[in-house]
T-cell receptor, first 115, second 114 residues
Framework: ETGVTQTPRHLVMGMTNKKSLKCEQH?????MYWYKQSAKKPLELMFV???????ENNSVPSRFSPECPNSSHLFLHLHTLQPEDSALYLC??????????????FGQGTRLTVV | AQSVTQLGSHVSVSEGALVLLRCNYS??????LFWYVQYPNQGLQLLLK??????LVKGINGFEAEFKKSETSFHLTKPSAHMSDAAEYFC????????????FGGGTRLMVKP
């Protein structure tokens, strides 16, 4: 398996549930990202991790909690979400967040529906 | 800070016709510029990128884009559209010292008519 893999591909959750999105990259990259793609807004950068350290939190509500245990794995823990959080959540990775080396490679996304 | 404006959320062309997707950017520092394509139920795939070398950038699938600093534009073109080009296209900008932290435009859905 190569590239950036996200699981699950689809997720339906209630507003009181707790769930997690998983992202795994097999590219040997050091930086990983979460983006949110809503129906009515441009793709938004949520979080950036570089060598497991969070380097960017783009004013994301605390009901979204990222975790990066190592350079290959990135999680997004979700709790008490709102219907407006329904979106496609995309994970990406790159060799370096500063842009040296390769560009960002994206996973296929997790389609989240909050009911 | 950076921002991107893509003119036209939907563009329709006939197969074989020229494809032109417009992108204008705003950046307070020298930018990197990107075009990504997204097919249905897929992630984003890089078409091409400008990183301050040649201003005319050639990408995959016959696409190219020209960086015009005076116009703050980075329009995407392809001489002859193919049915398989139907997808959503995103222009993105980043600062050169944070090259992979992307700010995206709203996207343009390209439709190709037979």
């Amino acid at each position: 398996e190569t590239g950036v893999t996200q699981t699950p591909r689809h997720l339906v959750m209630g507003m009181t549930n707790k769930k997690s999105l998983k992202c795994e990259q097999h590219l040997g990259h050091n930086a990983m990202y979460w983006y949110k793609q809503s129906a009515k807004k441009p793709l938004e950068l949520m979080f950036v991790y570089n060598f497991k350290e969070q380097t960017e939190n783009n004013s994301v509500p605390s009901r979204f909690s990222p975790e990066c245990p190592n350079s290959s794995h990135l999680f997004l823990h979700l709790h008490t979400l709102q219907p407006e959080d329904s979106a496609l959540y995309l994970c990406a990775s790159s060799q370096d967040w500063r842009g040296r080396g390769t560009e960002a490679f994206f996973g296929q996304g997790t389609r989240l529906t909050v009911v | 800070a950076q921002s991107v404006t893509q003119l036209g959320s939907h563009v329709s062309v006939s197969e074989g016709a020229l494809v032109l997707l417009r992108c204008n950017y705003s950046s307070s520092v020298p930018p990197y510029l990107f075009w990504y394509v997204q097919y249905p139920n897929q992630g984003l795939q890089l078409l091409l990128k400008y990183t301050s070398a040649a201003t005319l950038v050639k990408g995959i699938n016959g696409f190219e884009a020209e960086f015009k600093k005076s116009e703050t534009s980075f329009h995407l073109t392809k001489p002859s559209a193919h049915m398989s080009d139907a997808a959503e296209y995103f222009c993105a900008v980043s600062a050169q010292n944070a090259g992979n932290m992307l700010t995206f435009g709203g996207g343009t859905r390209l439709m190709v008519k037979p």
